[in-house]
C-alpha cells in the first residue's frame, strides 16, 4: 500500500478520536480537579449522550421529517442539556449527603453505573443504532508521489475522509476553547477556580460551593454526552460502549495529571494520534497495549502525570 496516503488518513481517524477524547476526559478531569471527585459513571453518561441523541433525532425525523441535519442539531443540544442537568441532580441528591468523601463517592458513582446501563438496556434494548449524519461528503485523499506518469498528485482508489469527520475535529475544538476560555476569563470560571484552590477559603467568602460542585458535575457530564453525539453518527449507540470511553478517559488524565485540563488536552491528542495510527498499520489491539504502557511508565516515573504539579 501506499504509505503517504495511509498515514494521512491514519492521522485523520486519529484527529477524530483526539478530539472526542479530549471531550470527555476534560469532563472527567474538570470533575476531579474541582471537587475531588473520581466519577467511575463517566463512560455511562457519554453513552447516555449517544443513545438520547439517536431518541432525538429519530422523533424529530417522525415528527417533522425534514433533513438529518435538523434531528443532529436538535440531539447536539437536548443530549447534553439533559444529561448535564440529570447529573447536577445526581450530585444534589447523592454525593452531596456523601460530602464527597472519595471512598464513598467512588462506590456511588459505580452503583449510579451499573443504574444507567441497565435503565438503558431495559429502554433502549441491546441492538446496536446509528444516527445519520448531518452531512457526509466524501473528499478524496490527494499524495504527492511517483505514479505511472511520473512525480506528481497522486489520487488513491478508495482512500477518503468525511466531511462530517472534518466537522467533529473542529466542532471539539472550538467547544474546548470556550470552556479554557471561561474558566480563565468569566466570572464563573473565577468561582471554579476559587473552589477548586481552597474550599474552606471559598465558603468563607459567601461563594456556594454545593452550587458549584452540581454545576460541575452536570458540566463534566454534559461534556461526556457532547462526545457521545458527536461520535454517533460513526459509531452506532449501544448500552455498554461508555466502558472503553471511561478506560481511555482514565487513561488520558493519568497521563495528563489528574486535574490538569491543558495536560488532558494534550495527552488525548497523544493518545488519539497514536491509536489512528498503529490502528491503521497494525491493530486497535496494539494501539491499546501500548496506550497501557504509556499509563504503567507515566505511574511509575512520573505518578502526577506528565503536566501535573509535582506535590509538595
Not at 91 to 100: E, I, Q
Amino acid at each position: 500500500m501506499l504509505f503517504g496516503p495511509h498515514l494521512v488518513l491514519a492521522l485523520i481517524e486519529g484527529a477524530v478520536l483526539s478530539a472526542v477524547l479530549a471531550l470527555t476526559a476534560a469532563g472527567l478531569s474538570l470533575v476531579f480537579g474541582v471537587m475531588r471527585v473520581v466519577n467511575v459513571a463517566h463512560g455511562a453518561f457519554y453513552m447516555l449522550g449517544a443513545v438520547l441523541a439517536w431518541a432525538v433525532a429519530n422523533a424529530v425525523a417522525n415528527a417533522v421529517g425534514g433533513p438529518p441535519a435538523l434531528g443532529f442539531i436538535a440531539a447536539a443540544v437536548v443530549a447534553p442539556l439533559a444529561v448535564g442537568l440529570g447529573a447536577a441532580a445526581v450530585d444534589m441528591t447523592v454525593l452531596k449527603r456523601l460530602s464527597y468523601d472519595p471512598e464513598r463517592t467512588i462506590v456511588a458513582t459505580i452503583g449510579l453505573l451499573y443504574i444507567l446501563e441497565q435503565g438503558t438496556l431495559m429502554a433502549y434494548g441491546a441492538v446496536a443504532r446509528p444516527v445519520q449524519p448531518p452531512f457526509n461528503t466524501r473528499i478524496a485523499l490527494p499524495w504527492l508521489g511517483q505514479g505511472p506518469d511520473g512525480w506528481g498528485v497522486i489520487w488513491p482508489w478508495g482512500l477518503s475522509v468525511t466531511t462530517y469527520k472534518i466537522f467533529v475535529v473542529l466542532a471539539a475544538v472550538a467547544v474546548i476553547w470556550a470552556i479554557r476560555r471561561a474558566l480563565a476569563r468569566s466570572r464563573a470560571g473565577l468561582v471554579m477556580r476559587a473552589t477548586q484552590i481552597d474550599r474552606e477559603t471559598a465558603l468563607a467568602f459567601g461563594i456556594p460551593v454545593e452550587r458549584v460542585y452540581a454545576a460541575v458535575f452536570g458540566l463534566g457530564a454534559g461534556l461526556a454526552a457532547l462526545a457521545g453525539v458527536l461520535i454517533v453518527p460513526i459509531q452506532q449507540a449501544h448500552y455498554l460502549m461508555g466502558g472503553e470511553a471511561l478506560l481511555l478517559s482514565f487513561i488520558v488524565v493519568i497521563i495528563g495529571g489528574l486535574g490538569s485540563l491543558g495536560g488532558t488536552i494534550a495527552a488525548a491528542v497523544l493518545i488519539g494520534m497514536s491509536d489512528g495510527v498503529l490502528s491503521v498499520f497494525f491493530s486497535p489491539v496494539v494501539a491499546k497495549i501500548v496506550a497501557t504502557l504509556l499509563v504503567a511508565f507515566v505511574l511509575i516515573f512520573r505518578p502526577e502525570g506528565l503536566f501535573g504539579g509535582r506535590a509538595r
